[in-house]
Nanobody
Framework: QEQLVESGGGLVQAGGSLRLSCVAS????????MGWFRQAPGKQRVIVAA????????YYADSVKGRFTISRDNAKNTVFLQMSSLQSEDTAVYYC??????????????????????WGQGTQVTVSS
């Protein structure tokens, strides 16, 4: 059982930046494709960004392209989401998730949230305008 713990959320003014972190309790983060998702009040949870287990390939939702960057440090069992030029529309609870992949799948990111095996508890990001 993998446990994921997010941190780094908070209140920020529009145009500001935040960096979210997601630490995995196990020592095998390199086995997982990772994703960041968010859920705004009254809306469904949607994908924000995803990264292959190798770190070689990434995906971004159109709404965050050019503003957010996903990265990972497998040695530290940590995935990051650097968020810049934040807008009020980015206000949401942000979740990280892990999907076990085979070594053959190391180069692929995963965008389907139904595929993910483990989820964190979420961290609130509030952007004031």
């Amino acid at each position: 059982q993998e446990q994921l713990v997010e941190s780094g959320g908070g209140l920020v003014q529009a145009g500001g930046s935040l960096r979210l972190s997601c630490v995995a309790s196990g020592r095998t983060l390199s086995r997982y494709a990772m994703g960041w998702f968010r859920q705004a009040p009254g809306k469904q949870r949607v994908i924000v960004a995803a990264i292959a287990s190798s770190g070689r390939n990434t995906y971004y939702a159109d709404s965050v392209k050019g503003r957010f960057t996903i990265s990972r440090d497998n040695a530290k069992n940590t995935v990051f989401l650097q968020m810049s030029s934040l807008q009020s529309e980015d206000t949401a609870v942000y979740y990280c998730a892990a999907d076990i992949v085979s070594p053959l799948g190391a180069g692929y990111y995963v965008t389907d949230q139904a595929s993910y095996d483990y989820w964190g508890q979420g961290t609130q990001v509030t952007v004031s305008s």
